[in-house]
């Protein structure tokens, strides 16, 4: 599902260039992802058939740091991906957590990754993994965060209350970023 799910997105295309085994890195990388959200924070399924999945990082709870990402697999994804497809991912992901910790001073939650297959897209599943948390996050008087590389994604967020905070180009790879915040 997440491999469909992230098939045309920017970031993951930048991360893992065209080649002969695409689908199975990217699919590696998914697995890790969610490995992670399952041991550092809480993810969800829309039903048994997970038409969608969302990972929800309390706050504080969702840098990658090199020892979670160890007890996650990520000593097995280094070796399945290589160094090129690592230093790619490993550059990203600290400009990323830095424009959050720039922007978002306060403890807040983390909302990353969220997919919906794209069969199920447009009806409602998005809604579905979203509404239960972001209604449990308000009532804690939290914000929640995300970011995106995906301008349809951004109009989604939006509709559900999540404002941009932050926006521009990543330095040396031409892609749009977003950083979003839902208040409390």
């Excluded at 997440?2 to 893992?16: G, K, Q, S, V, W």
């Excluded at 990082?57 to 160890?70: E, I, L, V």
């Excluded at 090129?84 to 978002?104: A, C, F, L, P, T």
Aim: proline residues 7%.
């Amino acid at each position: 599902m997440l491999l469909e799910a992230f098939r045309d997105d920017p970031l993951t295309h930048y991360f893992i260039p065209p080649c002969d085994n695409w689908e199975e890195l990217v699919s590696k990388y998914f697995a890790f992802r969610l490995r992670f959200g399952i041991m550092y924070g809480e993810a969800y399924a829309i039903s048994p058939k997970i038409e969608g999945l969302a990972a929800w990082f309390a706050p504080g709870k969702s840098d990658m740091t090199n020892f979670r990402m160890m007890r996650a697999g990520g000593m097995a994804l280094s070796r399945d991906m290589g160094k090129d497809i690592i230093s790619r991912m490993n550059i990203i992901g600290e400009y990323i957590s830095k424009i959050r910790k720039q922007h978002v001073t306060v403890p807040h939650w983390h909302l990353f990754p969220i997919a919906v297959d794209p069969a199920y897209q447009g009806k409602g599943f998005g809604s579905a993994l979203l509404r239960p948390m972001l209604d449990r996050i308000a009532g804690d008087g939290l914000p929640c965060y995300l970011e995106t590389q995906n301008e349809k994604n951004r109009s989604l967020y939006e509709h559900f209350g999540f404002k941009v905070i932050h926006t521009d180009t990543i330095p040396g790879i031409n892609m749009k970023h977003w950083g979003m915040l839902k208040p409390p």
